[in-house]
């Protein structure tokens, strides 16, 4: 298949919420079991280690009605809440055994407490990431959180997850890892070549595939990429910020690629590049990947980061991408991004950045006024800045 | 009542004015006196440790829900949208930055002081780090987290309780550097003692709405009432308060009266009030004769009616034991489990939710909780919606129709069944 084939042969699998690649990865795998993974990071070596398949759980991005959620979760609340809640009131995600949450907001956490009571029968677990990061404390205490993980899933399985096990997951999705950030790369110097949208969806077939297939797809598919004769246009080079955990309409992402910008980085499936330098993988594992999240997490604003502040992160995403301009694309009801962006663009303007705010929502299916106003933000960084 | 039968009706709530006013007065004159400022969270305080150090406390949600219920936390919120708050996020944090843009003059009209240090306890609200992020962002103070995970189970895990304990002794020489004042043990043995007596009398209130007529409304004179054992606790005034207030409780359960003149429905309460609405939102109640005889906002900040007091005896196990079990972070089956002891031990007609929009920690899941109570335990269950700091969510027509509907046909339930 060429390039353009493969990611629309890619498209038709994410856009499946029946999550067909589970379904097949279960019939390889009688008795193997498959852990959902809410968004933002989750540590998807641990049931990596035992065997298991860890799987995006990241709404329903439109695609279906909800008809049961909507009783459960308010309206003022984001639709990935309602959308995921809706994909197991269906029955959608009856394949998965185990479910985690993370500390990312609010909302995330309370959603593993609905998820508990409405399906006793899968393993629900809310983890507790730490906030702390002035304290020593903080990275044994995370550790420990992995390790009573680790034990609920070697319960689960009905197996020990030996050390050599976790060095060995650590180093496939520290490859895995890698190869994402490559695709980051290409987009930062040669934006061209790989659109946000492709690289969008070579990612989230990370979320749906055991790790070593998304890598061979990665391993195929980048020498392809590099060969691309596409041609480079005269486009506003933008940071994408604030889409870290409900996905955009992936029609979004389109749109502000053809209003005339290259987007040059964003905080889209962060999970798949979260540490910035490669887990270590001698000595404990467990503490690695503690070590590793306490001090080589990328910015995010689903984490508080001590002394290292998220405006200079922001800053650098901007000086390292030379970036025109940043665009604050949030999820409505958002409170992660829409607290951050406050203080985001005191900052830009501090530093003489232009930017645009929209919000979005996964239902959302008209995006001519979003166009619109790219245009004009396009038009004045090109013109007046 | 008749004031003539009634000798201490009102002592409590001037003696707690008389306290709320030496507390401000003493925030106010703090920076010129060279006092240090720390502010914090209400839901699970760490008041008595920095009692240790001398630091006067300032809780931005207190001035928040005062704003609410002085009506000027719409004004506090447009001022705070104006500078890019978005109208889905926090109306506290709106109403917070929205009055320090305005000067800082406080609900009470004295002057906050700025803080020296923001302890964030992440006490399951990540709103709160977004919060004091943002005031280290305007004011330039250090920010310093304090740690505190959510009960992932139903007990608390010893490796969470150490925890937390060991980050309270890091945080020491940083409070001793900042204050000039040395850790001293005994002086928080004392603190917690005093905060334990306090406790002990708060309990009693909060258990005497078990009687029939209940003497006390657990959830809208609760409010007023618990202000000072999450404001004071630890000095000894707060424990005075609450003998104060106890000889109120005392002189009613004597009268055999109530806050409401004929109590026809009791009700277990779930969310913060609509501070902004709170009389209307008490009124559309009280219409029905109905009174709250538990609440679970009560305990947003701490839970001790199961039995938890602060301990002389190993005071950072227990101050770290007060963090984990505040209502806020606790998971949704054990809240969920809690109120329905509530309607057992307070032997309640329904449970009321208010839903706030403000509030994804309180509110993400309570939908799902009424779909439990009424589904496995066949408890009347109504669920509102409106918001604790914004006006503009709060539709009384809309309110009173849900509430009248809902009481109708409790009413009708039980003269079909008498």
């Known amino acids: 298949m060429t390039f353009e084939e493969q990611i629309q042969h890619f498209r038709g699998i994410v856009d499946d919420v029946s999550f067909p690649t589970v379904k097949e990865w279960k019939s390889k795998h009688p008795g193997g079991k498959v852990v959902g993974m809410f968004p933002v990071y989750t540590p998807y070596e641990l049931p990596h280690a035992l065997g298991m398949l860890p799987v995006g759980l990241l709404g329903a991005g439109g695609k279906?009605?909800?008809?049961?959620?909507?009783?459960?979760?308010?309206?003022?609340?984001?639709?990935?809440?309602?959308?995921?809640?809706?994909?197991?009131?269906?029955?959608?995600?009856?394949?998965?055994?185990?479910?985690?949450?993370?500390?990312?907001?609010?909302?995330?956490?309370?959603?593993?407490?609905?998820?508990?009571?409405?399906?006793?029968?899968?393993?629900?677990?809310?983890?507790?990431?730490?906030?702390?990061?002035?304290?020593?404390?903080?990275?044994?205490?995370?550790?420990?959180?992995?390790?009573?993980?680790?034990?609920?899933?070697?319960?689960?399985?009905?197996?020990?997850a030996t050390a050599d096990a976790l060095v060995r997951s650590i180093e496939a999705f520290n490859h895995n890892r890698s190869l994402c950030w490559r695709l980051y790369e290409i987009r930062q110097l040669t934006p061209w070549k790989l659109s946000t949208y492709e690289a969008y969806i070579l990612l989230r077939m990370g979320t749906l595939l055991p790790v070593e297939e998304h890598t061979h797809i990665l391993e195929g598919i980048i020498p392809l990429v590099d060969s691309r004769e596409t041609k480079q246009r005269d486009h506003t080079r933008v940071i994408l910020e604030g889409s870290f955990c409900e996905q955009p309409p992936m029609e979004l992402l389109q749109v502000i690629e053809e209003a005339g910008c290259y987007i040059v980085n964003d905080d889209l499936l962060l999970h798949s590049r979260w540490f910035t330098d490669p887990v270590p993988a001698n000595g404990d594992p467990l503490l690695s990947l503690a070590e590793s999240y306490i001090r080589g997490s990328v910015s995010s604003s689903v984490r508080h980061y001590g002394l290292r502040s998220r405006k200079q992160a922001l800053m650098n995403k901007v000086r390292s991408g030379q970036a025109d301009g940043v665009i604050f694309c949030a999820p409505k009801f958002c409170e992660p991004a829409l607290l951050d962006y406050v203080l985001f663009k005191d900052e830009l303007e501090k530093n003489g950045i232009p930017y645009l705010a929209f919000e979005y929502e996964e239902k959302m299916g008209v995006f001519e006024s979003i166009r619109t106003q790219i245009e004009a933000f396009v038009e004045s960084v090109m013109f007046f800045t | 009542m008749s004031e003539s039968k009634f000798k201490y009706q009102g002592v409590g709530r001037e003696y707690q004015k008389k306290l709320l006013t030496a507390w401000n007065d003493r925030l106010q004159s703090a920076e010129s006196e060279g006092r240090k400022v720390a502010y914090l969270f209400v839901p699970g305080n760490v008041a008595e440790f920095l009692r240790v150090f001398d630091f006067e406390l300032v809780f931005p949600e207190v001035n928040a829900l005062q704003c609410g219920v002085r009506k000027i936390s719409g004004d506090y919120i447009l001022k705070a949208?104006?500078?890019?708050?978005?109208?889905?996020?926090?109306?506290?944090?709106?109403?917070?930055?929205?009055?320090?843009?305005?000067?800082?003059?406080?609900?009470?009209?004295?002057?906050?002081?700025?803080?020296?240090?923001?302890?964030?306890?992440?006490?399951?609200?990540?709103?709160?780090?977004?919060?004091?992020?943002?005031?280290?962002?305007?004011?330039?103070?250090?920010?310093?987290?304090?740690?505190?995970?959510?009960?992932?189970?139903?007990?608390?895990?010893?490796?969470?309780?150490?925890?937390?304990?060991?980050?309270?002794?890091?945080?020491?020489?940083?409070?001793?550097?900042?204050?000039?004042?040395?850790?001293?043990?005994?002086?928080?043995?004392?603190?917690?003692?005093?905060?334990?007596?306090?406790?002990?009398?708060?309990?009693?209130?909060?258990?005497?709405?078990?009687?029939?007529?209940?003497?006390?409304?657990?959830?809208?004179?609760?409010?007023?009432?618990?202000?000072?054992?999450?404001?004071?606790?630890?000095?000894?005034?707060?424990?005075?308060?609450?003998?104060?207030?106890?000889?109120?409780?005392?002189?009613?359960?004597?009268?055999?009266?109530?806050?409401?003149?004929?109590?026809?429905f009791r009700v277990v309460v779930e969310g913060p009030p609509p501070w902004p609405h709170f009389r209307s939102f008490w009124e559309l109640l009280k219409r029905w004769g109905v009174c709250a005889v538990a609440s679970s906002y009560s305990k947003v900040g701490g839970f001790w009616d199961h039995g938890f007091r602060h301990d002389p005896t190993r005071p950072l196990e227990s101050i770290a034991d007060y963090c984990l079990t505040c209502y806020t972070n606790q998971n949704l089956a054990m809240r969920t489990d809690l109120l329905k002891t509530y309607a057992e031990e307070y032997d309640a007609d329904a449970i009321l939710i208010h839903s706030v929009k403000s509030c994804r920690s309180f509110s993400v899941g309570q939908a799902d909780m009424r779909e439990q109570f009424i589904r496995k335990w066949d408890l009347p269950t109504l669920l509102v919606e409106s918001d604790l700091a914004d006006p503009r969510y709060f539709q009384i027509a809309q309110l009173r129709n849900r509430i009248d509907a809902f009481f109708e046909s409790l009413e009708h339930k039980r003269l079909v069944h008498a």
């Open chain 1, 64 to 160: 279906i009605e909800i008809d049961h959620a909507d009783s459960r979760i308010q309206s003022f609340v984001c639709s990935i809440a309602r959308s995921t809640l809706e994909l197991g009131l269906t029955d959608r995600v009856k394949d998965f055994d185990a479910v985690y949450f993370t500390s990312i907001c609010d909302v995330a956490r309370n959603l593993s407490g609905i998820w508990k009571a409405n399906f006793p029968h899968q393993l629900v677990e809310y983890i507790h990431f730490p906030q702390n990061m002035e304290s020593p404390s903080a990275v044994h205490h995370y550790r420990g959180e992995m390790q009573r993980l680790l034990g609920n899933l070697e319960q689960l399985g009905g197996k020990k």
């Open chain 2, 81 to 264: 949208e104006d500078v890019g708050y978005s109208p889905d996020v926090c109306g506290y944090v709106k109403n917070d930055i929205g009055m320090m843009l305005a000067g800082n003059v406080g609900p009470s009209g004295h002057k906050i002081p700025k803080p020296d240090l923001l302890l964030c306890t992440y006490c399951g609200c990540t709103t709160f780090i977004k919060w004091f992020e943002a005031l280290a962002h305007y004011y330039d103070v250090p920010l310093v987290m304090l740690d505190i995970p959510y009960l992932r189970g139903s007990v608390i895990e010893e490796t969470d309780r150490q925890y937390i304990v060991q980050q309270l002794k890091e945080l020491i020489p940083l409070c001793e550097k900042m204050t000039g004042n040395k850790y001293d043990h005994d002086k928080l043995v004392e603190i917690t003692k005093h905060a334990a007596e306090a406790e002990d009398l708060w309990v009693q209130i909060l258990h005497s709405a078990k009687r029939k007529p209940s003497p006390f409304d657990s959830y809208f004179e609760a409010v007023f009432f618990m202000a000072p054992i999450y404001i004071l606790r630890g000095l000894p005034e707060c424990t005075d308060y609450y003998r104060e207030a106890m000889k109120e409780i005392q002189e009613r359960i004597e009268h055999g009266v109530g806050p409401i003149p004929e109590e026809k």
